[in-house]
């Protein structure tokens, strides 16, 4: 959609201040990037779901973009400008004689943008747990809903809006029909557990829109922008719902893999394991957006048909199961629990809950983050098995898989995580890694930047106790236990 006659004076003085360059256009914005600096209008333009019409509005919406962005991305967004008639300058925004406005912005290379380093490959391990930790950020950017809606009829409305805009796009009447029967049966289902997520402030005023697209490398970290600024009830929504929407974008541009970790990452950093209850019908509503806006461009066809593959998928899940992942320190729990966990369950992938990332989460800092010998009581360990065992059994309620990861030493500590399986009528496989302790100890003494805090001294401690009678599937951790965990693994969900 081209800039509105109406808008062609300041189109012209934002290329001009610019460079001279051509805007880069979406159907509400026109963006001009220069060498030093960004600047964005607003068309004014009815598109329905926004009405841009009015000055006024293009000027509130812009002050709006500021305000929500700039916490989260302090050294991208700058100002507000407005723009007079004759469009000769920029002029503070509240000046009077302004008729335009623009957001000023630092400028940032195509490259930077996540879709554009999720194309390149470029979304691997570090990059995934940095983006577990800005869904967890972005929480405490903005406050919970003082009064939030009905959830159910809110998402009922959101799965009305989004089957008609399916149809619009030209997506396949039939399936699309089928998906909106299966999304209102599993909201119908949902209802008790979203109506609960209010009670616990999960409902907040979120960033709305958050897909790879909208986020950039700043400083080598994913940073956020253009939280949708527009529609306070479109924005106002379940923290998973937001969550959900960077996960279904990852599980289709980049693997299970990416997306599951991230949800893990996410949940060991901030906690709130009952998410993923949700996540069938928010994954799929997220899937479908994608699908009906990409067959609405040119030549995206065949991206639409992905993501509405996905958007059917995620309300098939299979029924959930628990494996734990138990042994010495630097045998492999958490890297065979990483492999595992895109393997088994709903989409993107099980749960994976590491004791290392409880500890950290319980005591107030990153995963990363060193803790003292001190630390490591008794009593502390106790409450960190205890949340790994809440979290567990809560997510399996919510009918996702779980990797529980922890050394599993104690002979109780074992029953315990085998007992919330039992507890929930779930199937439980233990696996329980070994590998020569020389082996160990040099795999530990290799350690950087992770989050568990064992030293040679802690492996030779653990080693000495007795760890009593291990009925679990004993792996030899030596080499790459993948294989032989999973055929353990699948003999007993036969």
């Known amino acids: ?184 049966a599993w909201l119908r289902r949902l209802a008790p557990v979203l109506r609960a997520r209010v009670a616990e402030g999960r409902v907040r005023r979120c960033h709305g829109d958050l897909h790879l697209g909208n986020l950039l490398l700043l400083d080598g970290r994913p940073t956020p922008f253009d939280a949708l600024e527009f529609d306070e009830e479109l924005a106002t929504i379940d923290t998973g719902y937001d969550l959900a929407f960077l996960l279904a974008d990852l599980l289709r541009r980049c693997g299970r893999a990416a997306a599951c970790r991230v949800l893990s990452r996410a949940i060991g950093v901030g906690g709130d394991a009952g998410l993923v209850a949700g996540l069938p019908l928010w994954l799929s509503t997220r899937a479908m957006i994608r699908a009906h806006c990409l067959a609405r461009m040119d030549g995206q066809g065949e991206g639409a048909a992905g993501f509405l593959g996905d958007a059917e998928a995620a309300l098939r899940p299979p029924p959930p199961r628990l494996i734990a992942v138990g042994g010495l320190q630097g045998t492999g729990k958490t890297v065979l629990s990483r492999a595992l966990a895109p393997l088994f369950g709903a989409l993107p992938g099980a749960l994976h809950l590491r004791t290392d990332e409880i500890r950290k989460r319980l005591a107030g800092v990153p995963p990363e983050t060193p803790l003292p010998p001190e630390a490591y009581t008794e009593a502390s360990s106790d409450a960190v098995h205890r949340a790994l065992f809440e979290d567990a059994a809560l997510a399996l309620r919510g009918g996702h898989s779980v990797i529980a990861d922890a050394a599993f030493l104690d002979p109780a500590r074992r029953a315990g995580i085998e007992a919330v399986a039992q507890e929930a009528g779930l199937p439980f496989t233990g696996l329980w890694l070994e590998a020569p302790l020389d082996l160990l100890r040099a795999r530990v003494a290799a350690r950087r930047g992770d989050a568990s805090d064992a030293t040679v001294a802690v492996l030779e401690r653990a080693a000495s106790w007795p760890h009593g009678a291990v009925s679990w599937n004993r792996i030899d951790a030596s080499g790459d236990p993948l294989a032989t965990a999973l055929a353990a693994t699948q003999a007993q969900s036969c």
């Open 1 to 184: 959609m081209s800039i509105p006659p109406g808008q062609a004076g300041a189109a012209a003085l934002l290329s001009r201040l610019t460079g001279g360059t051509r805007p880069v256009e979406t159907h509400i914005s026109a963006v001009f990037v220069g060498p030093d600096r960004a600047l964005k209008m607003r068309k004014a333009v009815n598109l329905g779901f926004l009405d841009f019409t009015a000055p006024e509005a293009r000027r509130r919406y812009a002050e709006r973009e500021l305000a929500l962005n700039a916490p989260a991305a302090p050294t991208l967004y700058r100002a507000v400008h407005g723009i007079p008639d004759p469009a000769d300058r920029l002029v503070p925004a509240d000046d009077p004689a302004a008729v335009e406005w623009a957001v000023e912005m630092a400028p940032v290379a195509p490259g930077a943008f996540l879709d554009a380093v999720a194309a390149r490959g470029g979304i691997d391990a570090g990059m995934g747990d940095a983006l577990g930790d800005v869904a967890v950020a972005l929480r405490g950017t903005y406050p919970p809903a003082a009064a939030p809606p009905d959830p159910v009829e809110a998402f009922r409305k959101v799965l009305r809006g989004n089957a008609r805009a399916a149809l619009v796009s030209g997506l396949d009447r039939g399936r699309v029909i089928a998906w909106r029967r299966a999304a209102e």
